[in-house]
């Protein structure tokens, strides 16, 4: 059926891409933010992507996972070294093995399809800010998030958050614009892009977006009587018919296995019961929201703190803001209840934010001396600082942790310099508010670029499991077999790099037996644990050894100086 508001949805829509497009090709002035933004995202997205090894041990686990449903042409069942995979749906790794398929299995293909999904969160972004705020409001939260530290970090990541929060946070984008805009027929592209959330990552999509919608409703009175006026039942149909089909095929063909290995274990026990030991407390993801969204954590704090104190004023926050700050709490609250718990879980809430700290950007444009302004000009007040101690930190890290050249310090003086210009600014009576942060946004993009030309290479020169990989895959004969002893969590990227199935030990035991069994051997492991193997009699010897770092991820990345990890390779004496 015709629907007049639909089309007039349509023609605003249409509208504002026109101004866009004309401003870009006949005013370059005004070109000029969206060829900064346009640079911006080449660097963070897409510049030296595949110049790093992967990083343990996820990367590793789903590139390899790929390679093999691309060697054996299972293109609905994946599998991990020759075992069935049932961590996740497949539509990532179906993604994922595109790339690679054509441009062979290498580190930049594998993160292609997060640095691609990255770029439409973004624009996703940027679209749900002009839809429903304005051009600048939609302008800077792109501009925001895409120097957000979270999406700089997954979008080189071959791992699957950023595609399912593109598919995720786009449904709902699309199903809060069809619910504000009254725009009912735009609804249904939501529920399809729900159903790709769920087969990327599971029923998890439904249960976040039922959450956040659930909360908007029970708080504000038009967001209730806007989002009920949905078809939520049909839309749950119709996520149901494009996902339920494989989840069906998968436990009728694996039965038990699947139902024990996913349903069970990557989604009821992983949430409900203590399987890992020291997981963060309850309010980890509190605390990395705060630090992950530095030097702009003030402005959104800020915002929520004038929001609550206009909540029965004039100045309450309206529909659109609601919604935002219902998806936060969803996402915050659902996984600070999780008894696992990973840092980039709550990468999803990352756009909300933007676009909450855009809102209040704009409110400080508008008018920074009104009452109702005062946490956002607080907050405000608090990113000059910010990057001045960002600034600080990074020259210690680069004489404590890493040995970098001169050059690279270009990073911290472009951070500090940046926070002084802020503070400058913040302290002059008649300094204007840009329209976006400029200044910030320059270093910050500096930052990413020396990230990429300084620090990623020293530490790329730590990581010898992929060269010790590399040197069995050359010395072990076809015949010859080969295996990982207490790697950890490097046991998937010494996979993935030496090319063939391996075994993965992690007892003296099955050392034992696996070496009572005829033929060349192969084992890696670390110069410690095959010192223990020896003292037990097993008789090994050592073919390649190198000094390396243990971990490339997590706290341990960023302590001080460790002493080298020895890494061997290991054949029978």
């Not at 829509?13 to 497009?21: P, R």
């Not at 959330?197 to 708080?219: E, N, Q, R, Y």
């Not at 756009?351 to 920074?368: E, F, K, Q, V, Y």
């Not at 004489?399 to 802020?422: E, S, T, W, Y």
């Amino acid at each position: 059926m015709y629907n007049s508001a639909d089309s007039r949805g349509r023609g605003l829509e249409a509208q504002h891409y026109h101004i866009l497009t004309q401003t870009i090709f006949n005013r370059p002035s005004r070109a000029a933010p969206f060829i900064a933004w346009g640079f911006l995202l080449f660097v963070v997205l897409f510049w030296r992507l595949g110049a790093a090894s992967f990083w343990d041990p996820d990367e590793a686990h789903y590139a390899q996972t790929s390679v093999e449903l691309i060697a054996s042409g299972d293109w609905l069942a994946p599998y991990y070294n020759a075992q069935p995979f049932f961590d996740k749906p497949v539509l990532f790794h179906l993604l994922q093995a595109m790339p690679m398929r054509v441009l062979g299995p290498t580190e930049g293909a594998a993160r292609l399809v997060p640095a691609l999904a990255a770029l439409s969160i973004v624009g996703i972004t940027w679209w749900l800010g002009v839809t429903l705020g304005s051009a600048e409001m939609g302008l800077v939260a792109g501009l925001l998030l895409t120097v957000n530290p979270s999406l700089f970090a997954l979008a080189r990541y071959a791992i699957l958050d950023t595609l399912f929060t593109a598919f995720l946070f786009g449904g709902v984008a699309i199903l809060a614009v069809a619910a504000l805009r009254d725009r009912p027929r735009l609804q249904y592209r939501g529920y399809v892009l729900l159903a790709l959330a769920t087969l990327t990552k599971g029923p998890l999509a439904i249960v976040l977006a039922g959450l956040a919608f659930a909360i908007a409703i029970a708080v504000s009175p038009d967001a209730r009587r806007r989002l009920l006026g949905l078809r939520w039942a049909l839309g749950l149909v119709i996520v149901a018919a494009l996902s339920a089909p494989w989840f069906v095929y998968m436990w009728r063909r694996f039965d038990g296995p699947f139902i024990e290995g996913y349903a069970l274990n990557e989604n009821v026990r992983l949430f409900a019961q203590p399987l890992y030991q020291g997981q963060p407390p309850w309010w980890f993801y509190i605390q990395l929201v705060v630090v992950g969204m530095l030097p702009w954590s003030g402005l959104i704090v800020g915002r929520l703190y004038d929001g609550i104190r206009a909540r029965r004023t004039p100045d309450a926050p309206d529909t659109f803001e609601v919604l935002l700050w219902s998806w936060i709490a969803a996402i915050v609250v659902f996984f600070s209840l999780s008894s696992f718990k990973l840092d980039h879980y709550v990468f999803p809430a990352a756009p909300a934010l933007c676009l909450i700290a855009a809102r209040a950007w704009s409110a400080l444009r508008g008018d920074a001396g009104h009452r109702g302004r005062a946490g956002v000009l607080m907050g405000s007040r608090l990113v000059g600082p910010t990057l001045v101690v960002a600034g600080l930190a990074f020259a210690f890290l680069m004489i404590a942790r890493l040995d970098l050249p001169v050059p690279a310090l270009v990073v911290p003086g472009a951070l500090v310099c940046a926070g002084a210009i802020v503070i400058w600014r913040s302290m002059a009576r008649h300094a204007g508010v840009p329209m976006a942060p400029w200044v910030t946004l320059a270093a910050l993009g500096v930052t990413y670029a020396g990230l990429l030309l300084w620090v990623v290479p020293a530490l790329e020169q730590q990581k010898v499991v992929p060269d010790i990989a590399r040197w069995v895959a050359t010395a072990a004969g076809p015949g010859d077999r080969i295996c990982s002893y207490r790697l950890n969590r490097w046991n998937t990227a010494f996979r993935f790099y030496v090319g063939r199935h391996t075994n993965v030990l992690d007892a003296p035991e099955e050392v034992r037996q696996w070496l009572a069994e005829p033929g060349q051997v192969y084992c890696a492991s670390t110069a410690e644990a095959y010192e223990d193997l020896v003292a037990l009699g097993l008789p090994l010897r050592v073919v390649y050894s190198r000094d390396g770092m243990w971990a490339t991820s997590g706290q341990a990345l960023w302590q001080r100086k460790a002493p080298s990890t020895e890494f061997v390779v290991v054949t029978r004496e």
